[in-house]
Structures are given as C-alpha cells and as structure tokens.
T-cell receptor
Framework: DSGVTQTPKHLITATGQRVTLRCSPRSGDLSVYWYQQSLDQGLQFLIQYYNGEERAKGNILERFSAQQFPDLHSELNLSSLELGDSALYFC?????????????????FGSGTRLTVV | LAKTTQPISMDSYEGQEVNITCSHNNIATNDYITWYQQFPSQGPRFIIQGYKTKVTNEVASLFIPADRKSSTLSLPRVSLSDTAVYYCLVGDGSSNTGKLIFGQGTTLQVKP
C-alpha cells in the first residue's frame, strides 16, 4: 500500500457520460497530481494541485477538470466521454509543491483507476 | 526538463545482470537522474536517484559517468518479478511544480 488511495479501481461507462475519479493523498502530502496512461500515449501529466490551488497544467482536455478539497483529497472529472478516453488514470502525491526529482522518494503514485468507455 | 532516450525494450533471463542505459545529452548542472519502475496496471514506483558517480541501494545501482550525459541502471540477478517498464527522468527539482515528465521507458522482459 503506497498510501495514495484511488477510487474506484475500475469504471465502465458509455460515450457521452461523465465520471468522477477520486484520490486521497498520502498523509502529510499537500500536492496531488493526475496522470493519464493509455497504450499509445504513455504516461501523460494532466494537472497538479497544491494545498487546494492549481499549480501546473499539462495535456488536460477542456472536457476534463479537477479540484482539490480542504481535506486535500482530489477529484478528476471527465465529461462528454469518448472512446479514446479509455485509459488508466493515476494520482500521485508529494509533500511540497515542487522539487520531486531532488527528493524522488517523496513522490508516491496510487494504483490507478481503469476507465473503459464503451 | 532534459529529454531522455532509452531503448524501447530489452530481454533477459533469470539470474542475469541487466543494464539499462539512458542518454540525456542536455542535462543541466543542477539536474538529478531518477529511475522509476512500473508493473502492469500499477503506478510507477521510485527505484533510485543519483547526481554523479555511483549510487547503490537494496534494489539497484546507478552509474553516472563524469560528463553525466548518460546513466545506467543496473539490476543484479533479475528474477521474473523484475519484468516491468523502467523510466529514466532528469530534472533539477528547482521548478515550482512537481510534475514529472515520463518518456516511453524501457520494457524489460525477464524470461525463465
């Protein structure tokens, strides 16, 4: 158990629908990151929140949005789903807002949510 | 973040030593080199990190030559359970964002 909890583990939904993925960071971590991993795109950074505020944005579609709540858990909302959105969605957490590469062991991934859009 | 280049895939047999080399020609003075391991359907896991020369932990060794333009992850006596994707990342961590940029990684297949 990495300490980062993601729910649900699996999600199957139809095109055009909306889903919410949830992430609880490791205790004490203030940053939450969302990544998408599909077979043809690899691991893609989507967005980072630090202590409730958006910190960095990556290749996140306009149909996707995220937020971090006062208790530091985060939700990733995916709407108007398309077949191509089928992927593994990972959440990661770290203590600070930055510097993960100098302190690599402080960056922890969850086990992911597998989204299948049919 | 400096761009990295790794072999797409490698095969090995149980009990062998595996060396995966990563090229990072544009590495900056303050950059660290970090390796992650990812098993199928699991999130990436930190393996090892280094700045120069050699670093060793209970899982792997990391060799970094003097010019730091490449690094080699060494896995001693691999087992079937070492079959995974291995990612090399380079960055200085001084950015105000903690995002990690992953390349394609190296898929290691360990055979019996």
């Amino acid at each position: 158990d990495s300490g980062v909890t993601q729910t649900p583990k699996h999600l199957i939904t139809a095109t055009g629908q909306r889903v919410t993925l949830r992430c609880s960071p490791r205790s004490g971590d203030l940053s939450v990151y969302w990544y998408q991993q599909s077979l043809d795109q690899g691991l893609q950074f989507l967005i980072q929140y630090y202590n409730g505020e958006e910190r960095a944005k990556g290749n996140i579609l306009e149909r996707f949005s995220a937020q971090q709540f006062p208790d530091l858990h985060s939700e990733l909302n995916l709407s108007s789903l398309e077949l191509g959105d089928s992927a593994l969605y990972f959440c990661a957490s770290s203590v600070g807002a930055g510097t993960p590469l100098a302190v690599g062991y402080g960056y922890t991934f969850g086990s992911g949510t597998r989204l299948t859009v049919v | 973040l400096a761009k990295t280049t790794q072999p797409i895939s490698m095969d090995s047999y149980e009990g062998q030593e595996v060396n995966i080399t990563c090229s990072h020609n544009n590495i900056a003075t303050n950059d660290y080199i970090t390796w992650y391991q990812q098993f199928p359907s699991q999130g990436p896991r930190f393996i090892i990190q280094g700045y120069k020369t050699k670093v060793t932990n209970e899982v792997a060794s990391l060799f970094i030559p003097a010019d730091r333009k490449s690094s080699t992850l060494s896995l001693p006596r691999v087992s079937l359970s070492d079959t995974a994707v291995y990612y090399c990342l380079v960055g200085d961590g001084s950015s105000n964002t903690g995002k990690l940029i992953f390349g394609q990684g190296t898929t290691l297949q360990v055979k019996p």
